[in-house]
């Protein structure tokens, strides 16, 4: 049986690729802090992400700042 294992980019808005992450916990927390950044709160809560993030990926904020959290399936 071929278990593929997941992998999540986070790439904000205004800086590009901030991280590859093997659990959905420290890409929201990445997210997080690149919010805090910027003196803005996520848009999406954690289990809101978690739930998104079931396919493709999810898009956090809506203003002037926001963050992709993008899903990435590795074969061993």
Known sequence: MIV?????????????NLGVYTNVKR?????????S??????????AQVCKALQGWGCIIGDGYVSATIQVFYLND
């Open 4 to 16: 593929a294992k997941k992998v999540f980019v986070v790439v904000g808005s205004n800086d590009g």
């Open 27 to 35: 890409a929201y927390e990445r997210v997080h802090e690149y919010f």
């Open 37 to 46: 950044s910027c003196d803005e709160t996520p848009s999406m809560s954690y």
